[in-house]
């Protein structure tokens, strides 16, 4: 659990300085739980430079309430909690100096954005939250108000959890918990998770991720875990200590994510790190008459295949699908080896291409169409799918052919620059899984919205 926090001071010398206003959300690390947000009357001078920056003066702090008034509000709030803030150490070297003036000894961990921000959006202009905010696309209103720049730290932080892929955010405050002896029937972890799809990570006592798995319901398919009788499941329920998660809206983001994440943290329990075995592609060449052909082959080092199938008998189903979806001819996708006409042309099913009856660049252009849809290959796109909530969208980004990561944006905020989601994605490994993963993904869903940048 997570308080992310902004607090505003009258400025002044260092360790004098007092809280004029405070704004804390309680992050469950998915959505807000709970907030407080307070002007304070730091019953000492504003210096003018902060009344010039922040706005708040004097006048408008004599009707609030007193440090010692809301002492007990920040405590609850933040009991259990990580401290997050942009300049964490400054924020909570303010709130220890004010609780020490009451006697009463402050002691939270702590996060700093700015730190983590450097760590995992490298190579921005400026770590300045108003700065950051607009390069990552996050809405910012009431900029050095205190609850405009923690609204702005907790979309922030969203995104810095998106881009931990080694989970040392989330493994951090799993060792700040309290441990507790764990129910016979684990039933205490199930009732805190979701019913809905996304990456599951199950840790042990010391935080370490043991297994990771996606599920259409994660809270289903912990349960499955919980109540297995396989080998597995036992090793599971033996060693878990705490189950977290990260919802992702789209089932692609859900796939790719779970086979980069084995990938990069090695489980013990996923023993063959799921990696899927890819036997057949489908590939093209130009015969000598200059129709292009697509033959069903095995999968092989030397060439790269328009997509990728787990077995020859997918391969043949989507040949005979795309035959069909964009009038390809029997003879030239390799599913009839006749010297004359195919089938398909008999039936009139066929323009001829097979007899050189129909113009090469005609047919050929079909052929590129549907290369164009079911692969890839050389293209800068942009796969937006189902996000986490109803106004949010999912970014798959691929460059110059090459799967770079994965993000989300918001319905309002249009994406016209492939520079811009670059900013935006989490930066994830592409590699023979990951296409096929993607691959796999286009040819199922026939309305997956695409955008193609140049």
């Known amino acids: 659990m997570y ?23 309680k992050f469950d690390g998915h959505k807000v739980v709970d907030q407080f947000i307070s002007l304070v009357n730091p019953e000492r001078e504003i210096q003018p430079f902060v009344v010039n920056l922040t706005g708040i003066n004097t ?13 007990k509000r920040i405590v ?12 964490a150490e400054f924020d909570y070297r303010i709130l220890k100096t004010e609780f020490n003036r009451l006697g009463f000894d402050f002691k939270r961990k702590a996060l700093c954005t700015v730190s983590l921000s450097q760590q995992l959006i490298p190579d921005q202009e400026s770590y300045s939250l108003g700065k950051l905010a607009r390069a990552l696309g996050i ?7 205190a609850n405009g720049d923690a609204l702005a730290t907790v979309q922030l932080f969203k995104i810095l959890l998106n881009k931990d892929s080694y989970k040392s955010i989330v493994q951090s405050s799993i060792k700040t918990d309290q441990k507790e002896k ?12 979701p019913s809905e799809i996304g990456v599951y990570y199950i840790h042990n006592s010391d935080g370490d991720i ?5 599920s259409s319901n994660i809270k289903k398919r912990i349960n499955q875990h919980f109540t297995g009788t396989n080998s597995k499941s036992k090793k599971i329920q033996l060693q878990v200590a705490k189950v977290t998660y990260e ?21 013990i329990l996923n023993h063959a790190l799921k990696r899927a075995v890819f036997s057949h592609g489908i590939y093209s060449s130009v015969n000598e008459h200059g129709y292009i052909e697509l033959k069903i082959n095995n999968v092989n080092k030397k060439e790269q295949p328009i997509t990728t199938f787990a077995n020859y008998y997918s391969s043949k189903q989507f040949m005979n699908r795309i035959v069909e979806q964009y009038e390809l001819c029997l003879k030239l996708t390799g599913l009839s080896n006749t010297t004359n006409g195919c089938f398909n042309y008999d039936v009139k099913l066929c323009h001829g291409a097979c007899l050189n009856i129909e113009a090469s660049e005609i047919y050929n252009q079909r052929v590129k169409d549907m290369i164009a849809r079911y692969s890839y290959n050389l293209q800068n796109m942009a796969i937006i799918d189902r996000g986490r909530t109803f106004d949010e969208r999912s970014v798959i980004l691929i460059k110059n052919g090459v799967y770079k990561g994965i993000g989300y944006i918001n319905l309002n905020y249009q994406i016209n620059k492939l520079e811009v989601l670059e ?5 994830m490994l592409n590699n023979r899984d990951t296409q096929h993963i993607i691959q796999s993904y286009m040819r199922q869903k026939k309305h997956l919205k695409i955008k193609t940048f140049d």
């Not at 300085?17 to 405070?22: F, L, P, S």
């Not at 006048?59 to 002492?71: D, G, I, N, Q």
């Not at 609850?76 to 300049?87: G, M």
């Not at 900013?423 to 930066?427: D, E, G, K, M, V």
């Open 139 to 145: 809405p910012m209103s009431d900029r050095h108000r």
């Open 423 to 427: 900013t935006i994605i989490t930066p």
């Open 182 to 193: 764990l129910p016979s029937n684990l039933k205490y972890i199930i009732e805190d998770l």
């Open 3 to 25: 308080a992310i926090l902004d607090i505003e001071t009258t400025g002044g010398k260092y360790n004098e300085e007092g809280i004029t206003e405070i704004a804390i959300y």
């Open 59 to 71: 006048a408008m702090l004599r009707s609030a309430p007193k440090f010692y008034e809301v002492a």
């Open 210 to 214: 043991i297994y990771i798995g996606k």
């Open 76 to 87: 609850e709030i933040t009991e259990d909690c990580i401290i997050v803030a942009h300049n």
């Open 247 to 267: 919802l992702t809206g789209s089932e692609l983001i859900a796939l790719l994510k779970e086979s980069e994440e084995i990938k990069r943290n090695k489980p």
